[in-house]
Nanobody, 127 residues
Framework: QLQASGGGSVQAGGSLRLSCAAS????????IGWFRQAPGKEREGVAC????????YYADAVKGRFTISTANTKATVYLQMNSLKPEDTAVYYC??????????????????????WGQGTQVTVSS
């Protein structure tokens, strides 16, 4: 089970750190993705980390502003979001997957790559 937290309301230019905590398992061999869904839009991938080798992936819209990382305990993944913009306003979800054949086939931005999803956490950025 995954638990996402850390959302809130900030002004443009501010920062937030989201957490994705796993219960009942560790994330050592998982890829963890952060996705977001803005009102009236489809859910989109934001960042992904593959804990097996530490590879990270970012959507163009957040490169240089967001950083994904894994805690030393391997039980929590963070999404540090800096220089937030109003267009970052969305519900943010974390997801975990350990089927790397699926990942190779579908990529890190495809929802079907992931098996477990956390509930969303709202991020609101005001101008």
């Amino acid at each position: 089970q995954l638990q996402a937290s850390g959302g809130g309301s900030v002004q443009a230019g501010g920062s937030l750190r989201l957490s994705c905590a796993a219960s009942g398992f560790t994330l050592d061999d998982y890829a963890i993705g952060w996705f977001r869904q803005a009102p009236g839009k489809e859910r989109e991938g934001v960042a992904c980390i593959r804990n097996a080798d530490g590879s990270t992936y970012y959507a163009d819209a957040v490169k240089g502003r967001f950083t994904i990382s894994t805690a030393n305990t391997k039980a929590t993944v963070y999404l540090q979001m800096n220089s937030l913009k109003p267009e970052d306003t969305a519900v943010y979800y974390c997801a975990a997957g350990d089927n790397f054949l699926r990942m190779i086939r579908w990529g890190v931005w495809t929802e079907a790559t992931y098996d477990s999803w956390g509930q969303g956490t709202q991020v609101t950025v005001s101008s």
